[in-house]
């Protein structure tokens, strides 16, 4: 499987993101996550979601943080809102826990 990460850029605290994850292959079996990996640390779960659509968020990212998955169109997005500067990190689109795309940065200024 190959994931390709989209959407990552530079943003004011409070801003919005939207994170766009595409598959090569049909997905829909597949569970699904987004991780982060911020500079001088390690890296972290932000959401996942089940290919029964069960959702799991880090604490850090409740209420803010929303992912969504399209097996349609084998996407798996991440709305980010209310950005804060300690959110700045590479994302990473995960399938089953194992196969990684390439990973998109996301800078949220002060």
């Known amino acids: 499987v190959q994931l390709q990460a989209s959407g990552g850029g530079v943003v004011q605290a409070g801003g919005s993101l939207r994170l766009s994850c595409a598959a090569s292959?049909?997905?829909?079996?597949?569970?699904m996550a987004w991780y982060r990996q911020a500079p001088g640390k390690l890296r972290e779960l932000v959401a996942s979601?089940?290919?029964?659509?069960?959702?799991v968020y880090a604490a850090s990212a409740k209420g803010r943080i929303t992912i969504s998955r399209d097996n349609a169109k084998n996407t798996v997005d991440l709305q980010m809102d209310s950005l804060k500067p300690e959110d700045t990190a590479v994302y990473y689109c995960?399938?089953?826990?194992?196969?990684w795309g390439q990973g998109t940065l996301v800078t949220v200024s002060s």
């Open positions: 979601i089940t290919n029964t659509g069960d959702t």
């Open positions: 292959m049909a997905f829909s079996g597949m569970d």
């Open positions: 995960v399938a089953q826990e194992t196969y």
